[in-house]
């Protein structure tokens, strides 16, 4: 299936805060955008994949945003797994296309929690609340007082991420958040739940992406520009909410990466440049290293002096990520995967031959990889 | 006016748990199958089976991990600031968000701990104190490098 299969096409609305946009428009604006990069006509696609709007949940809501497209798909609806679902939709699309289901996918996701609810991400954890157990980022505090217990991590280690992202987006005219970062900013930053930081925290954004799915062949016939292939995929559920977990300082991130890797015949080594799943700073520590990039306990040391940033070892998110460009849980990772490939990002690393890609929700419940490259 | 806590939704499954509480005693499930849990389920999510028993925690168990919340995501916990949320590994295996009643400058991850029920606004909480350190114990202090939790 290696490279057999290809990311046709990216689009994407402007991101930051858009009052008055409902999210079924974001994501047709977003789609027609994909569908204009990569050079084709609505009427070929026959798959409408969608990640649910993490804010906002509605009943049938893929086959809402499949009419508004004005799109009669073979296959279509909603998922819904956090973060990870915009990976895990690219590799469904790619398997339905393989077994004959569909030729042409759209997969897309849009939200508006800025100018609409955020709720979500400040919501009560069940009967625990009465403990005062709110938030998705103090599920995320949990994970990181235990990294810092465990492995010395310190929180320099963490501002490094923030600086890194940060100094990435602030380039990027579509960022949201334009500012670098200096590591005496972000160690004087207010803290959230501590040991959280303000700036170790995602965005939260308005916004809508979408990318166009299809097989290389189809791509060549339909004459599709600039067609990047998809050379792996992989993931994995804990399911268990954090205080469930045996252990809160190893990922899913190890069993999707094993996958993906294994499916491309490719090494961590390999990577010429990452775009690394930022919803908080210590998800890329534990990423790079369940990912391989270091040894467990270790990312710390691994992103210190600039090695994640552009000109460092391992340049990971070009274009801001969650910290800077946007908050949109995902898709903007992917959409810069597909650029360093083609080699059209503003922050281009010089001769990429593979990008690695990583999507993750809820509170590190669920991981995806992706593997693009020439 | 303060909002009031956020009281837990006390349904069929879970009320024995919190009728324990209400008298003092922590309570989880076990099945006959061995493996024990928490929080309250209608069967066993280790061989799905349905033979159930409720069973008394000695009440010892072990600091996981801790946050501080500096900001408030309810209005019941606005006036409460900065206030703790920690998980808690019982002895007999179960894991339980709580609250630690020490002051956060005293915590520790792996810390001993042993329970301390409180009423809180009519509500009873299983929170947790600091053990006692006895003398023949070695500290917590440095930090484990093996991969616990």
Known sequence: MRARYVVAGIGHTAFGKLPGRDTISLNVEACRNALADAGIDKSVVDAVLIKVPTSAHQFMYGQKVAEALGIKPRMGGAWDQGGAANITLISFAIMAIDAGQCDVALICYADNPRSGNRAVYGRPRGDDAAYGWFSTAAGYAMIQRRHMYEFGTRPEHLGAVAIASRRHGAGNPNAQLRSPLTMEQYLNSALLVEPLRRDDCALVSDGGAAVVVMSAKRARALGVPAPVPVLGFGHGQTSYDVQFRQSLTSTEAVRAARTAFSMAGLKPSDVDVAQLYDCFTITVLMTLEDYGFCSKGQAGDFVADGAIEIGGALPINTSGGLLSETGMPGMQLIMEGVRQVRGSARLQVPNVKVCLVSNQGGTMHTHSTLLLGA | ?149
């Open chain 2, 1 to 149: 006016m303060t909002m009031p806590l956020p009281a837990p939704e006390n349904t069929e499954i879970s009320r024995p748990y919190w009728d324990a509480l209400k008298l003092g005693r922590l309570v989880f499930q076990r099945c006959e199958c061995g493996h024990a849990w928490l929080p309250a389920r209608r069967g066993c999510p280790s061989c799905l089976g349905d033979k159930v028993q409720w069973e008394q925690a000695c009440g010892k168990g072990r600091l996981v991990s801790w946050v501080v919340y500096h900001t408030a995501y309810h209005d019941a916990f606005k006036h409460r600031l900065p206030y703790n949320v920690a998980i808690v590994e019982l002895t007999e295996g179960p894991r339980l968000i709580t609250n630690m009643v020490d002051s956060h400058e005293r915590l520790a991850c792996d810390a001993a701990v042993e329970l301390r029920v409180e009423s809180d606004e009519g509500i009873a909480l299983a929170r947790f104190a600091l053990s006692p350190r006895r003398d023949d114990e070695q500290g917590t202090g440095s930090p484990a490098r093996r991969n616990r939790a």
